[in-house]
């Protein structure tokens, strides 16, 4: 399994499946990604709306929480006040979603800060950019 943890209050796993689990503090920006049970979770738990979706890595903002899959589409979910979850809005996701801009975009590697994320691929829009924030 590989991990990652960031924040100290939430931590995702990715079986060798690609299924994506998480536990720690739930809230209601939905930073667990289990829709509408913002209760916290103290044992791994599936994220549902990742079931059938093979997922490489995840990274962690703040409070948002982004994932790449094995073909390159990026989901993202949680808190969204500066538009880092890239669904065009600022309202947030209690549950993973496609981040449609990125589909055609040959996404390899996500990362995000604090309130922001990046995403590479080969065809990401900007002048020259390899790296574009998803505030698109």
Request: glycine share 12%; charged share 20%.
């Amino acid at each position: 399994l590989r991990s990652r943890l960031l924040p100290p209050t939430l931590l995702l796993r990715i079986a060798e499946a690609g299924q994506v689990f998480t536990f720690g503090k739930g809230d209601e920006d939905g930073r667990l990604g289990h829709a509408e049970d913002i209760e916290s979770k103290s044992q791994p738990t599936p994220v549902r709306a990742l079931e059938g979706v093979k997922v490489l890595s995840i990274s962690l903002g703040f409070n948002h929480s982004v994932a790449l899959t094995d073909n390159c589409l990026v989901y993202s979910w949680g808190r969204s006040e500066y538009g880092q979850l890239g669904h065009n809005d600022i309202a947030p996701s209690m549950t993973p979603r496609m981040v449609e801009s990125l589909c055609d975009k040959g996404v390899h590697t996500i990362s995000t800060g604090a309130f922001h994320t990046c995403a590479l691929g080969s065809e990401l829009p900007g002048p020259g950019l390899p790296c574009a924030s998803v505030h698109l």
